[in-house]
């Protein structure tokens, strides 16, 4: 049986644990083909991003049109963009981007920032679902969002602009996913790790390839928790690099 194509388009990791890197294992991961147009190129590691070279505009063009010209794209993860610029160009193709997954990626689990809200907002308007964690929803809400009642806040706010959203908890286990006007709480169980680099990037990317195999968007968000929980737990006791190493993406699950 052919694969469904996923595509990714965001940054490189050269640590190997977050961004394209993460995606691409995911989709291999849950029996997806992957394709990838990188945005920019990180020098990082477990311990953080040391520099930053985003990639010209006319140049992620290019490799996205080659991508579409050719290969049957069944959904789409998009993760760090860094140039409104890139997302105007993203934004202007999205009719033939099929079960668009957002995850406005803005600051690194180190702290360092790899874009702002003018370089996601232009992409809300147009995704299937929208996968900020707390900080991002607050980035783009204008208002901290640190308890539950804020998560549904955020999420619902958020909606307004696309057609689902679920913010993620990180280490509270606790996801909030609006979707078709229902806000549903999707509670799991706390995985004790700190290897969890790259989980908001699996997340988004897990949700992507269940829409391609044609999965309901809340079966496909509770499948992508399922495997995220399930891949924190298969890298809990790795030790890679001397900071937060990477999830495993190919644990059984």
């Known amino acids: ?33 992957g394709a990838s147009v990188i945005t920019a190129i990180t020098a990082q590691n477990t311990l953080g991003v040391t520099a930053i070279h985003p990639v010209p505009a006319d140049l992620v063009a290019a490799q996205l ?7 049957p794209v069944a959904a789409v993860k998009v993760g760090m963009i860094g140039d409104p610029e890139v997302a105007a160009l993203i934004a202007a193709r999205t009719g033939r ?3 668009l997954v957002v995850d406005p990626v803005m600051v690194a689990s180190s702290g360092a920032r790899l874009s702002n809200v ?3 907002r232009p992409l809300i308007a147009y995704a299937a679902i929208v996968t900020p964690n707390r900080q991002e929803a607050g980035a783009l809400v204008g208002s901290d969002v640190e308890t539950a ?31 078709d006007g229902v806000t549903e709480m999707l509670r799991g169980e706390p995985v004790a790790t700190a290897n969890n680099h790259g989980s908001g990037c699996t997340y988004s990317s897990a949700i992507a390839t269940r829409l391609a195999f044609g999965d309901a968007m809340p079966v496909a968000v509770r499948t992508a928790k399922r495997y995220v929980t399930a891949a924190l737990t298969g890298g809990r006791e790795w030790r890679l690099g001397a900071g937060p190493g990477p999830l495993n993406h190919f644990v059984r699950h």
């Open 1 to 33: 049986m052919t694969p469904p194509v996923v595509l990714t388009i965001a940054g490189s990791d050269s640590g190997g644990g977050a961004g394209i890197q993460a995606d691409l294992k995911t989709f291999a991961a849950l029996g997806a083909y």
């Open 65 to 71: 049109d080659a991508v579409l010209a050719d290969l």
């Open 97 to 99: 981007l099929p079960n």
């Open 118 to 120: 003018a370089s996601v």
């Open 149 to 179: 009642e804020e998560m549904v806040s955020a999420a619902e706010r958020l909606a307004s602009e696309s057609t689902a959203v679920v913010v993620t908890g990180s280490e509270l286990a606790l996801d909030v996913l609006h979707h």
